[in-house]
């Protein structure tokens, strides 16, 4: 509340209103900003109050339109009856407006819950399709179409699913829908309706909690169904997919089964721009080959394609991944290794399971064995971070068994600081990875989805709008 001091929203949420929240009792440790303290200094309960309301008006008067105020109606634990913040009643008497009370049952969770990710899905997806929006009116390359189309499908799923919640006949919607989107969309973009599993899972499971409890035996119905599960009954996953699941296995849950979109921010689109670059310059030109004015010309013919530049933050994005690729040139001919491989894919078996994954670069050594690297376009990592982290480390072992080569020597490469920092990974370290990879795909398969709080991660996570872990 006390950061929200200034700013507006359509729709405001202030959750937990107990009066133990408005007002609580007075501590020593609470912080209420200066110029709300118009009240004496010395902290009474009374003045500790005055100043509590002052907060709740500060939060009640942040909402443009919409004000919803909630309390829960016992403590689960102890069946402790709460008491709802005497500024709610004081409230109600104070405006003639009608309050509007709804108590919201357990077993009606899943509804809020879907409710806020179809919302938090949509509002996604129209920011997505603002920053796509030079894709209609300059639709230069069929695939442009194929995203617009993509997009108008995702739009009407989640405008499914919004009314699918409420609605009590759920067939009559989906018939309806269906039936929009198949006269708007022509194959193949009308199988995107059908493959949609958002709409799934508030059909199918519409009785179950939101809430995690990281057990898989309490789970009333088998998630396997919207899981990536191979032929062989394992998991085929992407590199990234595992990482995420190491992040947090709510956060991967969240992209797989609820299918919340994530979408990149501007710096790590642009880091995907600046890889797509390379590999159609290392695609079309060999080393031999490969001049400064040759990269430069598919960078800003990408620029231009993509209409970046229209903001101040963009333009010094463009700046920096210019001089970027000027430094990088240059590393890149003088290089000891052979680059022979770019972007190439590998599939590495482990058990049962199938990792996917796309090594950017890989060269050829003195000694005839290689060198990986991997592109990163974002800030240079810690010592530790780089130690820690087990990309390179999946990639050694896949690339081992998948490409039946030896790799000696692992790097990630700083673009924008031109900064190659090897990443040393002895065969105890390697062996700890792979067990980590088994159990990250074991977990999985027993549905453990158990919410990983971490303040850094959590703050950048796409899902935190719906994530019941951090509401605590
Ligand atoms: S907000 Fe945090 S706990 Fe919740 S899904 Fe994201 S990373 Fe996991």
Same mark, same amino acid.
């Given at each position: !509340?006390?950061?929200?001091?200034?700013?507006?929203?359509?729709?405001?949420?202030?959750?937990?209103?107990?009066?133990?929240?408005?007002?609580?009792?007075?501590?020593?440790?609470?912080?209420?900003?200066?110029?709300?303290?118009?009240?004496?200094?010395?902290?009474?309960?009374?003045?500790?109050?005055?100043?509590?309301?002052?907060?709740?008006?500060?939060?009640?008067?942040?909402?443009?339109?919409?004000?919803?105020?909630?309390?829960?109606?016992?403590?689960?634990?102890?069946?402790?009856?709460?008491?709802?913040?005497?500024?709610?009643?004081?409230?109600?008497?104070?405006?003639?407006?009608?309050?509007?009370?709804?108590?919201?049952?357990?077993?009606?969770?899943?509804?809020?819950?879907?409710?806020?990710?179809?919302?938090?899905?949509?509002?996604?997806?129209?920011?997505?399709?603002?920053?796509?929006?030079?894709?209609?009116?300059?639709?230069?390359?069929?695939?442009?179409?194929?995203?617009?189309?993509?997009?108008?499908?995702?739009?009407?799923?989640?405008?499914?699913?919004?009314?699918?919640?409420?609605?009590?006949?759920?067939?009559?919607?989906?018939?309806?829908?269906?039936?929009?989107?198949?006269?708007?969309?022509?194959?193949?973009?009308?199988?995107?309706?059908?493959?949609?599993?958002?709409?799934?899972?508030?059909?199918?499971?519409?009785?179950?909690?939101?809430?995690?409890?990281?057990?898989?035996?309490?789970?009333?119905?088998?998630?396997?169904?919207?899981?990536?599960?191979?032929?062989?009954?394992?998991?085929?996953?992407?590199?990234?997919?595992?990482?995420?699941?190491?992040?947090?296995?709510?956060?991967?849950?969240?992209?797989?089964?609820?299918?919340?979109?994530?979408?990149?921010?501007?710096?790590?689109?642009?880091?995907?721009?600046?890889?797509?670059?390379?590999?159609?310059?290392?695609?079309?030109?060999?080393?031999?080959?490969?001049?400064?004015?040759?990269?430069?010309?598919?960078?800003?013919?990408?620029? /231009?394609?993509?209409?970046?530049?229209?903001?101040?933050?963009?333009?010094?994005?463009?700046?920096?991944?210019?001089?970027?690729?000027?430094?990088?040139?240059?590393?890149?001919?003088?290089?000891?290794?052979?680059?022979?491989?770019?972007?190439?894919?590998?599939?590495?078996?482990?058990?049962?399971?199938?990792?996917?994954?796309?090594?950017?670069?890989?060269? /050829?050594?003195?000694?005839?064995?290689?060198?990986?690297?991997?592109?990163?376009?974002?800030?240079?990592?810690?010592?530790?971070?780089?130690?820690?982290?087990?990309?390179?480390?999946?990639?050694?072992?896949?690339?081992?068994?998948?490409?039946?080569?030896?790799?000696?020597?692992?790097?990630?490469?700083?673009?924008?600081?031109?900064?190659?920092?090897?990443?040393?990974?002895?065969?105890?370290?390697?062996?700890?990875?792979?067990?980590?990879?088994?159990?990250?795909?074991?977990?999985?398969?027993?549905?453990?989805?158990?919410?990983?709080?971490?303040?850094?991660?959590?703050?950048?996570?796409?899902?935190? !709008?719906?994530?019941?872990?951090?509401?605590?």
């Amino acid at each position: !509340v006390h950061k929200s001091k200034g700013l507006e929203f359509k729709i405001v949420f202030l959750i937990a209103a107990t009066d133990s929240a408005f007002p609580g009792r007075r501590r020593g440790e609470v912080k209420i900003p200066k110029e709300l303290l118009k009240e004496p200094k010395s902290f009474t309960q009374a003045t500790h109050e005055a100043e509590m309301r002052r907060l709740f008006y500060v939060a009640c008067t942040r909402a443009k339109e919409e004000l919803y105020i909630s309390y829960p109606l016992e403590v689960t634990a102890t069946g402790r009856p709460i008491k709802r913040s005497r500024f709610i009643d004081e409230l109600a008497d104070a405006i003639d407006l009608p309050l509007i009370r709804a108590e919201v049952s357990a077993s009606s969770q899943i509804n809020v819950g879907a409710l806020a990710a179809a919302r938090a899905a949509e509002a996604v997806f129209l920011k997505t399709a603002r920053g796509n929006d030079s894709y209609i009116n300059d639709i230069e390359d069929e695939s442009y179409a194929d995203i617009v189309a993509k997009e108008l499908a995702d739009y009407f799923n989640f405008k499914k699913s919004r009314a699918l919640i409420s609605a009590t006949d759920k067939a009559a919607v989906l018939k309806k829908f269906d039936d929009i989107i198949g006269r708007l969309i022509n194959s193949p973009y009308s199988q995107v309706v059908k493959a949609e599993q958002f709409t799934a899972v508030i059909l199918n499971k519409a009785s179950e909690s939101l809430a995690e409890s990281g057990e898989a035996a309490s789970k009333p119905v088998s998630y396997l169904d919207f899981l990536p599960v191979n032929e062989a009954g394992g998991m085929t996953l992407s590199v990234s997919d595992i990482i995420l699941y190491q992040k947090c296995p709510l956060a991967f849950k969240f992209k797989y089964i609820y299918q919340i979109p994530m979408v990149p921010s501007p710096e790590a689109d642009f880091g995907i721009f600046i890889h797509n670059v390379l590999q159609r310059f290392h695609s079309a030109y060999p080393r031999s080959e490969a001049t400064l004015e040759k990269l430069l010309s598919i960078y800003d013919k990408g620029v /231009k394609v993509r209409r970046l530049g229209r903001t101040t933050a963009e333009k010094q994005l463009i700046d920096k991944g210019r001089h970027a690729l000027q430094l990088y040139l240059p590393d890149f001919l003088a290089a000891e290794g052979e680059p022979v491989f770019f972007e190439r894919e590998f599939n590495w078996r482990i058990k049962n399971h199938r990792i996917r994954g796309r090594v950017d670069r890989a060269d /050829k050594l003195g000694d005839g064995t290689y060198e990986l690297i991997d592109y990163k376009s974002g800030k240079s990592w810690q010592p530790k971070q780089i130690r820690e982290d087990l990309q390179l480390s999946i990639y050694s072992l896949a690339v081992r068994q998948s490409w039946e080569i030896e790799p000696t020597l692992l790097s990630y490469y700083f673009l924008m600081e031109n900064k190659k920092m090897p990443a040393l990974r002895t065969p105890e370290e390697l062996e700890v990875a792979q067990a980590l990879v088994l159990s990250a795909c074991e977990d999985i398969l027993t549905e453990k989805f158990a919410p990983k709080v971490d303040f850094i991660n959590c703050q950048y996570c796409d899902c935190r !709008v719906l994530c019941p872990a951090t509401e605590v």
